[in-house]
């Protein structure tokens, strides 16, 4: 049983265009994170977001945790080629760091 | 470097072998973490070590793997009578602070590519 399920599992979209990735799950968890990993890379953290209902930002993406901590989400305006990677999720709980099995998004130039 | 280190990058066995796998964190983080990474797929957690103890070795697949970190620091994965379906990325990753409560960030290193042959 997988805790963490991420949607869509690949994703491929132009240039410019406009995407969400989600993640969900039935747990609770203290806190959720955000990774991109690189080819031939360790994953690297973006953000990590702690209180329900919060929303960070970072440049062109948007990060959302569900009100009820169980679900977030990654919004990315105007998709750029230098995006294309594998993003993962990852729920902190029972002081393990849980990760769903990621997206992999390509960008098309 | 800073950053977390992993040795060998890469690692070809025959099936049957055994294999050491070893992961040296960013100086000063308690925590270190063993993920196994397959194709495709997320990363798989295997164990944590909270210093020298193993916190959680709920991941271990069977009794053919085992982790030691006996100094509280450099941390080697052990892989007994390997399999060709012991084929991954093992990804290591370390962190500042206990995590109890508090949120840190975790790095991690370029990973182990090993290939049962």
């Known amino acids: 049983t997988q805790l963490l399920e991420q949607s869509p599992q690949f994703l491929s979209i132009q240039e410019g265009e406009n995407l969400t990735v989600y993640c969900n799950s039935s747990s609770v968890f203290s806190s959720l994170q955000w990774y991109r990993q690189e080819p031939g890379e360790g994953p690297v953290l973006l953000v990590t977001?702690?209180?329900?209902?919060e929303v960070k930002k970072l440049k062109r993406l948007t990060f959302q945790f569900g009100d009820a901590r169980k679900d977030s989400s990654l919004h990315i305006t105007a998709a750029q080629p230098g995006d294309t990677g594998l993003y993962l999720c990852a729920g902190e709980r029972d002081d393990k760091i849980i990760f769903g099995k990621g997206t992999r998004l390509h960008i098309l130039p | 470097g800073a950053g977390v280190s992993q040795t060998p990058s890469n690692k070809v066995t025959e099936k049957g072998k055994y294999v050491e796998l070893r992961c040296d964190p960013i100086s000063g983080h308690t925590a270190l973490y063993w993920y196994r990474q397959s194709l495709g797929q997320g990363p798989e957690f295997l164990i944590y070590f909270q210093g020298t103890g193993a916190a959680d070795d709920s991941g271990l697949p069977n009794d053919r793997f085992f982790a030691v970190r006996p100094e509280g620091s450099v941390s080697t994965l052990k892989i007994q009578r390997t399999e060709r379906g012991d084929s991954a990325v093992y990804l290591c990753a370390s962190s500042k602070h206990p995590r109890t409560g508090v949120h840190t960030e975790a790095f991690f290193g370029q990973g182990t590519r090993l290939t049962v042959v």
């Open positions: 977001v702690v209180t329900g209902g």
